[in-house]
């Protein structure tokens, strides 16, 4: 049973290492010792879903009996496993993440899905109510439904970058504890800060078509904002409102400011 669960983590982990020389150098380097006396296939091995970088979802593909499925099945099961807490499925081909996909993942606490995904179903991430830290950039996101991350509660950190996100208002509601939030190289066309929670930290958002940085309530009690890049936009001015007193450092070049309000 130990020896499953081996298998199970290390899979995981390697969605980068293409060729036998890599494969090998990380059984010799991660495997124990004890386990290296038997024959390599018979304890790890890697799917040719993840060896080929062409996964279509994510898939962990137990390793041992002949009763073992030959295929890949979705990472999260009713049975699947529950004390998973790092997935790293970065630089394939997902397409699609549904609530099915990482079912059962209620102690993750990193998720990277940083790969060609079109489309987060709405409930997906109800699944997984620990993540801390959720990557989902360099996708090709268009729209977030406003309660895609209600149930991330406890999500400090969150990469939106590289998608074409056009809008998040309403996105991060419950995140009370959110503290780096990166939406850059997306199509934004505006932000107020009433989008984000006061407990964020750091901020990017450059690389948009943002024309101003509003705060249509006049918020700054509270924040705890202290680097904003929004470099690479389409600003034309900064007024009081737009630069929080919390704020240590603001990147703004390249844009069409023309005149900064004190």
Known sequence: EPDHFITISIMIVITHYQNDHLYQHFYKSFIPSHLQQETPSRH???????????????VAQPVGGEDQPSSGVPLGTQHS?????????????????????IQGLKKLTFLNL????????????????????????????????????????????????DNEVEDFNGLLTTQM??????????????FDYAFVPNSLR??????????SVENYYSLKDGFQLEYLDA???RIKSLGVLSLLPSLKTIVIQENRISDIHQ
């Open 44 to 58: 790890f091995s890697i799917s040719p879903t993840f060896r080929d970088n062409r996964l279509h979802r994510p």
């Open 81 to 101: 496993r529950p004390t998973l807490i790092h997935f790293e499925a970065s630089i394939n081909i997902v397409g699609t993440i549904g609530r099915k996909d």
């Open 114 to 161: 940083s790969n060609d995904i079109s489309k987060i179903d709405t409930a997906t991430f109800n699944e997984t109510p620990s993540l801390h830290f959720l990557d989902i950039s360099k996708n090709r996101l268009q729209t977030l439904d406003q309660s895609s991350f209600a149930a991330l509660t406890n999500l400090t950190d969150l990469n939106l970058a």
């Open 177 to 190: 504890n959110l503290q780096h939030l990166n939406i850059s190289s997306n199509k934004l066309h505006w």
């Open 202 to 211: 750091s901020l990017d958002i450059h690389n948009n078509q943002i024309d």
């Open 231 to 233: 470099s690479r936009n």
